[in-house]
């Protein structure tokens, strides 16, 4: 009896989360699947449902979505668009994404709200900072569109600024190889894995993190970044509940 005691006792305290309030970064690429282009079905919805356990531990949770799935990139073959257009281009596509991303978790029965930064009032509703808060003291999933809605902006760093601006505990930075190395994993088989490493080193050293902008961001505002692999299934909510998965971004 006791030993059950303790085992529901021990399941209790494995399922406290480490955060309350987080800002997953998941790029375009999280919805393409094995499709390689666009939205898949099976990936948005097993995202949802990852999400929505994520989100039945009690972990206020923001998301901020990029586009690379529909549009990436001004370099088109025989045809360069303009950077900012490009970038606006970009934008447009995070939004498409943050509307199925929305309509996923709904049909999982989660709340959300998508909040774009470029205003588009018959899509979505406009990014108003403290509206964003208010949604997730209710219990709302708080989609980002639009990244911060400027060009020359990646939407790493437009997940840092809004990370900073709701007060978020962390960033939690999506990628397929499992954190942080010194080199491609996809390319160097041995590539040193970090577990922990400080924003200099990854400035110091060029490591395709997030883009300098977004590390100098969290840095200055001691905003920590873990890096994991999406493509294990369970993976957001091993991160959320502290378990040492990935690698971690912080002062020292
Ligand atoms: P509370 O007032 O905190 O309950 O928030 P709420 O989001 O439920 O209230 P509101 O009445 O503002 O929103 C109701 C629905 O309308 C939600 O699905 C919102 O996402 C949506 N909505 C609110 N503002 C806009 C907007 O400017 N544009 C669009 N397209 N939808 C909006």
Known sequence: ????????ARIAKQQKPAYHRILLKLSGEAFQGPQGFGIHG????????ELKEVHALGVETAIMV???NIFRGARQKGFEIDRATGDYMGMLATVINAMALQDALEKEGVFTRVLSAIEMKEVCEPFIRR??????EKGRVVIFA?????PYFSTDTAAALRAMEIKAEAILKATRVEGIYDADPEQVPDARFFTAISYREVLSQNLKVMDATAISLCMDNGMPIVVFNMNRAGNIKRVVLGERVGSKVTPA
């Open 66 to 68: 990029g586009g690379g």
């Open 146 to 150: 639009a990244g911060t809605g400027n």
């Open 1 to 8: 009896m006791a030993s059950k005691k303790n085992g529901i």
């Open 42 to 49: 099976e990936t948005i919805l097993s995202i949802a449902r």
């Open 131 to 136: 509206r964003a808060m208010r949604h997730l």
